[in-house]
């Protein structure tokens, strides 16, 4: 099959790709793997800057390297794929990602819980959807006495919709039983109570069944009221509405709380896939090629990828990192054995350096007392021009806890940065170099009285 809405990506240097926006990001590729994954349109190689020189980048790898890549999901049972392109559109090869399935448990203090809403209704919002719009028949969220309240001159309520503030992904797939305190008149009967997953504000899905809400004829008396769904992927908002059963007369709502009751169980799954090109196909070596992650509904590029045997004219690193924890999208402690990442990089390595710290106090009579001294081994990492995504990608590998790199000896070293990394940008030149000095492993000596 030729993947012909891929050309524009292939003659990136040469025309813009014109391709459209994706809107829903359900994969979520991490800024560590060793390759940046690109939504369409949005690559290094297909941007044209005014006044800016365009440079074509194409990341270096030997072929008896491993390259090893993972994607989380926020949706239930798709499968994901690499294909890797070659520069004439021929797919070379399709290699299906592993599926890890993650249950977990998210702990009371990421759940949201709003007692007694104190001051205002901060974090909340009233949402219109794709079908409450401005209308007497749509009450709208307001704050009153500590309470949200809606007004009573309406059938049914706008989207009652809060964020998860401590996830940017939003409210994860799993399930939840929420518990919420209110008071509930209607002039026609009972009302109903649902909870939507919304993506925006103009848009939503409804995640619950419907449950009926007890009628305070007095306007006074608490309802309780629990509802309990499950969710198959993230949701940027949680919404909640009460609506009429009739759909006609007044409902005035005013809610006291709204709290997950029981713990929050969630699933997720992780794709991971490690393979090495000369092991896997010969023909993919020596050439440049593109790699692609493809799901039900999403497709990610990478800009070029050098791959050879070996690059005599280049000086090259290869940084082998890992993490103790989960760190940057990456999984590590639901994988087994522990994943380890390989990054290749144009880079020198072999200038080092033993800072010495010393810290002394002179006595009364004028002696010297050295109180501590310290030294330590460090080396410096110098790269080649490079685009600011791989310079991000290096700070962030640097960022693990496990690092390795050949020594100027040839032996592998655990290293870790304790400096600032820093760049060098030139003017109108959309590549630039970086140096960062690392220390090594446990090479700090120190000598305290």
Not at 226 to 232: A, G, L
Not at 340 to 351: L, M, N, P, Y
Not at 356 to 385: P, W
Request: aromatic share 12%; charged share 20%.
């Amino acid at each position: 099959m030729r993947y012909t809405y891929l050309l524009l990506f292939l003659l990136a240097c040469a025309e813009d790709s014109g391709l459209q926006k994706q809107d829903c990001e359900l994969m979520i590729i991490s800024d560590s793997l060793p390759f940046k994954f690109w939504q369409e349109g949005k690559s290094f190689n297909t941007r044209q800057i005014c006044g800016v020189n365009p440079q074509c980048y194409c990341a270096p790898w030997i072929c008896d390297r491993e390259i090893r890549l993972q994607v989380k999901d926020t949706i239930d049972g798709q499968d994901v794929n690499l294909l890797i392109v070659d520069e004439s559109e021929t797919v070379l090869k399709t290699l299906p990602f592993s599926q890890t399935e993650v249950t977990g448990q998210i702990s009371p203090a990421l759940q949201f819980s709003n007692t007694d809403f104190p001051g205002n209704i901060t974090g909340w919002n009233s949402f219109n959807g794709s079908d409450r719009s401005l209308g007497s028949q749509n009450g709208s969220w307001s704050y009153a006495a500590g309470d949200a309240v809606t007004n009573n001159s309406s059938y049914r309520t706008k989207y009652f919709a809060t964020q998860n503030p401590d996830n940017v992904l939003g409210w994860p797939a799993g399930e939840y039983s929420v518990s919420i305190r209110m008071i509930g008149f209607s002039q026609n009967g009972p009302f109903t109570a649902k909870v939507f997953g919304m993506p925006n504000s103009s848009s939503q899905t409804e995640i619950s069944s419907s449950v009926t809400g007890t009628i305070s004829v007095n306007g006074v008396d608490e309802v309780q009221i629990s509802i309990s769904f499950t969710t198959t992927q993230y949701w940027s908002y949680l919404a909640f509405t009460f609506d009429s059963v009739l759909d006609v007369g007044d409902v005035s709502v005013t809610l006291k709380e709204i709290s997950i009751q029981s713990t929050l169980v969630y699933k997720r799954t992780i794709y991971d896939l490690a393979f090495t090109p000369s092991e896997i196909s010969p023909e993919i070596c020596n050439k440049k090629v593109y790699f692609k992650i493809v799901g039900d509904t999403e497709e990610y590029l990478t800009d070029c990828i050098d791959i050879r045997d070996s690059f005599p004219e280049k000086c090259l690193k290869e940084i082998i990192y890992s993490n103790s924890k989960d760190f940057d999208n990456i999984s590590y402690e639901d994988i087994s054995p522990d994943p380890q990442f390989r990054k290749i990089v144009e880079a020198q390595f072999w200038k080092e350096d033993n800072p010495q710290e010393q810290e002394d106090s002179v006595l009364s009579n004028g002696v010297i007392v050295t109180r501590r001294s310290e030294i330590q081994e460090k080396t410096l990492f110098e790269t080649g021009f490079l685009p600011n995504h791989e310079h991000k990608n290096l700070q962030k590998i640097f960022m693990h806890n496990y690092v390795v790199i050949e020594d100027v000896t040839g032996e592998e070293i655990q290293w870790k940065k304790r400096d600032a990394y820093e760049t060098e940008n030139l003017n109108r030149y959309p590549l630039k170099r970086a140096q960062v000095w690392l220390t090594k492993y446990n090479s700090v000596e120190k000598n305290t009285i």
